[in-house]
């Protein structure tokens, strides 16, 4: 169930920030002092943190890529990383919950 809760929560953040074009990444996130695309790239590493730990690898450094438009698509892959690695249900949950305030924090 979890994996499946992740999947909705990446879809869910997808879909409202895939059209976005740089202005709107460069906007202040809500409640917050940082970029909504350095807030989403911060996600993606936390992201791509819990799969290395679920993989048993190291973990590294998800590149900066110039457009920020590219963030929805890092955070498909190290989703979809994750949920390839088969982490505990809890971590899935995790995950997915930390998505979901992301997403509301934009």
Known sequence: ???AELDRAVALLVRQVGHWQQPRWAA????GDVSRADLVHRL???????AAD????PRREVPRLAQPMALPDQL????ADLVAAGPPQE???GA???VTATRDAL
Request: glycine share 10%; hydrophobic share 65%; proline share 0%.
């Open 28 to 31: 202040v996130a809500e409640g």
């Open 1 to 3: 169930m979890s994996a």
């Open 44 to 50: 993606v590493q936390d992201v791509a943190d819990l």
């Open 96 to 98: 997915a919950a930390a």
């Open 76 to 79: 498909r892959v190290v989703a």
């Open 54 to 57: 679920a993989e048993g690898g």
């Open 91 to 93: 971590v899935l949950a």
